[in-house]
């Protein structure tokens, strides 16, 4: 039982206090796919911050006698509500301890009041109403404690939308029941990001991780706008295969009023590699951990972020099946599965494959 | 880029060097005789295992291995596409073309190959065993060929009184013939088993890069790879001395300096004579170990060299002073292996595939020990047995006064020794005086000038058209040749890759230092901590100086090329068959070898 849990200690035993996302964030850190790094401040923080706030009582008050067909009334009153727990006076322990996590990510990060996401994380699966929080809780690029503890109360508002609140009402539940989590998590800040596959798009070789990469945020990568890096990683003795540094014009970066805008680079950063010999491999990595996590072949956004020590820095942003090539059924081989292993060893010194072309030096070109 | 390497035909000969075609016999030289034949072939050089100037007697070793490998291929296995390599010496060089078996012939080979290889792959344990008692009692018998000189009179007891009815003479001449045909039964011993060693692997090489196209050639070899393989147990030895000096407290001893001091030290106190016979145990057979490639009579032979493992003892006492830990990482290298292994098995998508892949992997590592170890036991130890037995017969013919020094005799055709013999032989038996004293010194002198004048010119790397693209098994496999080191020859040299030297991405890592160009065995010593050794070739003895240097880069030499091996081992960067390394990197130039990638970066101008 404790107010603030990071995601590296979750553990499955505490799930009912993380909410669904926080503990998905837990569950891949634990896996060793990196996600950014935060904590979640938990329901037992909410139960807590509750409790001495006496908002059951404020909330009784406001909701006396709603009529739930009456829509001008209960936006009216839920308004109350989430302003006075927007308001309200958080636990001096409480809120030293939302702080001092706070304080521990901006050290770990190696910035000054560090950029947070920071969003709901509900316990839907207890209570099915409190799934509708979550339509405006979450604040982007956040700054410094103050900020912090402002968009974590305005999260725990968000359990008081009309919507949540007229289902409630009309199902029966309690509103003193209904839990909340808040995930405080970094920023990325990418110096580099991109894409990667389990597998080479190309021939569908599932022993290779295939990266494009560019610099700034992997915007530019998704849609096409830039021509990324390319590099092919075996899975297994991590080297790195092949790598073709393109000529990336421009990156997506963040602007001064917190928005992602594309500059155009100088000539010398545009076609330097965006990745080093360490990122490459950690990507491969990180994607083959995706693959066996998740069981079939995958495709992942990342990042690596600009502010994390190194061994640290590289991120998992999203993971999704591949799809084109895990459907494929594998061709048959000849040599593999017909006749006896004098056969294949005959067919091996015919053939010429292993001329040094298609054998060994796609590397030597 | 030109399309084609001169004809042989257009090859100069070195100036001074003129006559050399003498030196070697006349079936091994280019001639008008074969021209068309010839002319017709593409041909490369073999530095790989030859890639000196051969001297007369040392042509020996290369004719009997090649014209061995041939005959295996065609005569007993009828290797279905291949048939031999031819070779021919050119200005002193050794050079080889592989012999394609007629188109028309393939199809009826592939039954009679399947019966005679299946034989072996279904029998390789029984068979090798046996081969490993037959190469040690072939060994047996060149160690027990008398070669004395003549005595003035025969023994009492053992020619007159046991009524053997033969004489000394006859059990020289005897020996070298013996000498001649127990070389050619090791080499014939040779290729028993590797052609269809290297075939076992090229079939599961082929099934991975079917499999996963882009797997690095590196990632195919580390799945075979022994760990305990006999080619290190020279360098296990050393390591052992090293630990015994210290433990038994007579490192002190190696501080006294040559090899005569050490020992004159070590000879005072028990413990040290007790290591001293801790090492001759060691040194048979362990340190009949070249520092060259093993065929050339001037390599120095560790057990006829002892400065050499006495230096190299020294330098492990050193390190194990200074706190270094001398173990190879066995079980690290072991469990790096099945952990390689079982993640390409889980990529694997069907059960069909990982049947096959187990079924090919099993065979490959059930043919590789020979593969690995068969170069200890052939072209070190028995090997240095045949160079001794050589030069034992040169000091006879230097006392007779047909030669100035022992190694003079490698200066003669292995046929005319017969007559040089015949002619020593017949002089004392006379007793009358021998021609071999007014004929062989300035022939001898002669030879060695052209030999001099040959060294002074480096060998075209290959001579006529080559294959559009090259596919000939062995060739890619035991020489390392392909469509890209043709082509690069045919460029004429790194400069047109941009200032990187290309070669194969043999070892993986990354790594930068001052390099080390060495030419010779000789100059091992010079490599200090941290260099990257330069090297046309390296050779398996050579192994202790891998503790040493950051890197290794070689001109000859594919993926499975000792160099590759032993920096797999020790876990260092390698980068082989550059073709040029040697001509382009001096000595104290800072480079970047990237053993992941296959290229060396000059970091110096």
Same mark, same amino acid.
């Given at each position: 039982m404790s107010s603030i849990t990071w995601f590296e200690s979750y553990w499955a035993g505490i799930k009912h206090e993380m909410g669904g996302k926080a503990a998905s964030l837990g569950e891949m850190m634990g896996a060793g796919l990196p996600v950014p790094p935060g904590y979640a401040i938990t329901?037992?923080?909410?139960?807590?911050? #509750?409790?001495?706030?006496?908002?059951?009582? =404020?909330?009784?008050?406001?909701?006396?006698?709603?009529?739930?067909?009456?829509?001008?009334?209960?936006?009216?009153?839920?308004?109350?509500?989430?302003?006075?727990?927007r308001t309200m006076e958080i636990p001096a322990d409480l809120e030293r301890d939302i702080r001092t996590a706070y304080d521990v990510l901006s050290a770990r990060s190696g910035?000054?009041?560090?950029?947070?996401?920071? #969003?709901? *994380?509900?316990?839907?699966?207890?209570?099915?109403?409190?799934?509708?929080?979550?339509?405006?809780? $979450?604040?982007?690029?956040?700054?410094?404690?103050?900020?912090?503890?402002?968009?974590?109360?305005?999260?725990?508002?968000?359990?008081?939308?009309? #919507?949540?609140?007229?289902?409630?009402?009309?199902?029966?539940?309690?509103?003193r029941t209904v839990e909340m989590c808040v995930v405080v998590q970094k920023m990325v800040r990418p110096k580099s990001a991109g894409v990667a596959f389990t597998l080479n798009p190309i021939d569908g070789d599932r022993s290779q991780v295939a990266i494009d990469s560019a610099w700034g945020?992997?915007?530019?990568?998704?849609?096409?706008?830039?021509?990324?890096? @390319?590099?092919?990683?075996?899975?297994?003795?991590?080297?790195?295969?092949?790598?073709?540094?393109?000529?990336k014009e421009c990156e997506f970066r963040l602007s001064d009023h917190d928005t992602v805008e594309k500059v155009p680079l100088d000539p010398e950063r545009a076609s330097a590699p965006s990745l080093t010999d360490n990122e490459i491999k950690a990507i491969a990595v990180l994607a083959r951990t995706a693959e066996k996590h998740y069981g079939c072949p995958q495709d992942i956004e990342w990042a690596v972020d600009a502010d994390l020590p190194d061994g640290q820095n590289v991120i998992l942003l999203q993971a999704r099946p591949e799809t084109v090539w895990s459907k494929k059924?594998?061709?048959?081989?000849? *040599?593999?599965?017909?006749?006896?292993?004098?056969?294949?060893?005959?067919?091996?010194?015919?053939?010429?494959?292993?001329?040094?072309?298609?054998?060994?030096? *796609?590397? =030597? =070109? | 880029m030109a399309d084609r390497f001169p004809s042989p035909f257009d090859v100069p000969v070195p100036e001074g060097a003129e006559g050399w075609q003498e030196l070697y016999g006349y079936s091994s030289i280019f001639s008008e005789d074969r021209r068309e034949y010839e002319d017709s072939m593409f041909w490369f050089q073999d530095g790989v295992h030859w890639p000196q100037?051969? $001297?007369?007697?040392?042509?020996?070793?290369?004719?009997?291995?090649?014209? *061995?490998?041939?005959?295996?291929? $065609?005569r007993h296995l009828l290797v279905p596409p291949a048939n031999g390599i031819d070779y021919r010496i050119l200005n002193g060089y050794a050079y080889l073309t592989p012999v394609p078996a007629p188109e028309a012939e393939i199809g009826a080979r592939v039954e009679e190959f399947m019966k005679r290889a299946g034989f072996y792959f279904m029998n390789w344990d029984d068979l090798y065993g046996k081969w490993m008692v037959k190469i040690r009692d072939l060994v047996g018998e060149l160690e027990s060929l008398k070669i004395a000189a003549l005595p003035d009179v025969e023994s009492f007891e053992d020619v007159v009184e046991s009524g053997r009815g033969v004489g000394s003479g006859y059990d020289l001449i005897d020996a070298y013939s013996r000498l001649l045909s127990l070389s050619l039964k090791l080499w014939q011993y040779h290729f028993e088993f590797l052609n269809l060693g290297y075939a076992a692997y090229l079939d599961y090489f082929g099934f991975c890069k079917q499999v996963f196209p882009n797997i690095p050639d590196l990632a195919i070899a580390k799945m075979v790879a022994g760990v305990d393989v006999d080619l290190f147990r020279p360098d296990d030895e050393l390591k052992r001395l090293a630990r015994l000096a210290r433990d038994s407290g007579v490192s002190e001893a190696f501080a006294a300096g040559d090899?005569?001091? $050490?020992?004159?030290?070590? =000879?005072?106190?028990?413990?040290? @004579?007790?290591?001293?016979?801790?090492?001759?145990?060691?040194?048979?057979?362990?340190?009949?170990?070249? @520092?060259?490639?093993?065929?050339?009579?001037?390599?120095?032979?560790w057990i006829e060299n002892v400065e050499i493992p006495f230096d190299f003892i020294r330098n492990y006492i050193n390190m194990l002073n200074d706190g270094g830990d001398l173990a190879r990482p066995i079980e690290a290298v072991r469990a790096e292996r099945d952990r390689i292994v079982n993640e390409y098995m889980e990529l694997l998508t069907s059960d069909e595939d990982r049947e096959a892949f187990q079924g090919k992997l099993g065979l490959a590592r059930t043919v590789f020990p020979y593969v690995e170890n068969h170069n200890f036991y052939v072209e070190h130890w028995s090997h240095s047995v045949i160079w001794r037995k050589m030069r034992t017969l040169g000091e006879i013919f230097v006392e007779q006064g047909f030669l100035t020094e022992p190694n003079d005799i490698f200066y003669l055709k292995r046929n005319e020794i017969p007559d040089a013999l015949w002619d020593l032989y017949a002089a004392w038996a006379t007793p009358a005086p021998a021609r071999g004293p007014k004929y062989w010194p300035a022939k001898v002198a002669e030879r060695k000038r052209i030999v001099t004048a040959l060294k002074t010119v480096k060998p075209l790397p290959a001579l006529g058209v080559p294959p559009e693209v090259v596919t000939e098994p062995f060739t890619v496999m035991l020489w390392g040749i392909t469509s890209d080191s043709v082509n690069a020859w045919l460029g004429g040299g790194p400069g047109d890759s941009g200032g990187a030297i290309k070669g194969f991405a043999a070892s993986p890592g990354v790594a930068e230092g001052p390099a080390r160009v060495i030419f010779s065995a000789d100059q091992i010593n010079e490599i200090q901590d941290g260099e990257i050794l330069v090297a046309p070739l390296t050779a398996p003895s050579w192994a202790p100086i891998f503790g040493k240097i950051g890197a290794t880069v070689t001109d000859t030499g594919g993926m499975m090329s000792h160099a590759a091996i032993v920096c797999r081992e020790y876990g260092l960067p390698a980068v082989t068959g550059t073709g040029f390394a040697t001509s382009s990197i001096r000595t104290g130039q800072r480079i970047r070898v990237d053993g992941s990638n296959g290229t060396v970066t000059l970091l110096d101008d």
């Open positions: 329901t037992v923080a909410y139960a807590s911050a #509750r409790d001495a706030g006496d908002i059951d009582a =404020k909330i009784a008050h406001h909701l006396d006698g709603l009529d739930i067909r009456d829509t001008d009334d209960v936006t009216r009153r839920c308004a109350l509500i989430r302003d006075h727990i910035v000054a009041d560090v950029p947070v996401a920071v #969003r709901s *994380s509900a316990t839907s699966e207890d209570s099915p109403d409190a799934s509708f929080a979550g339509e405006h809780d $979450t604040y982007l690029w956040v700054r410094g404690g103050d900020d912090v503890i402002d968009a974590v109360r305005r999260c725990w508002a968000s359990l008081f939308t009309d #919507r949540a609140t007229c289902y409630r009402v009309e199902m029966g539940y309690d509103h945020f992997g915007e530019g990568v998704v849609s096409g706008e830039i021509t990324p890096d @390319n590099f092919l990683v075996d899975k297994v003795i991590r080297e790195i295969g092949r790598r073709i540094i393109s000529t059924v594998p061709a048959a081989r000849a *040599s593999a599965t017909s006749g006896d292993f004098m056969s294949s060893i005959v067919s091996t010194l015919m053939s010429p494959l292993y001329s040094r072309d298609s054998a060994g030096s *796609s590397e =030597k =070109k | 100037v051969l $001297t007369p007697w040392d042509a020996t070793l290369f004719e009997y291995a090649i014209a *061995s490998l041939s005959q295996y291929n $065609t090899v005569e001091a $050490t020992c004159a030290v070590l =000879k005072s106190t028990d413990a040290g @004579n007790s290591w001293i016979a801790s090492f001759q145990e060691s040194a048979e057979p362990w340190f009949n170990f070249s @520092n060259g490639s093993g065929f050339y009579h001037t390599d120095k032979i």
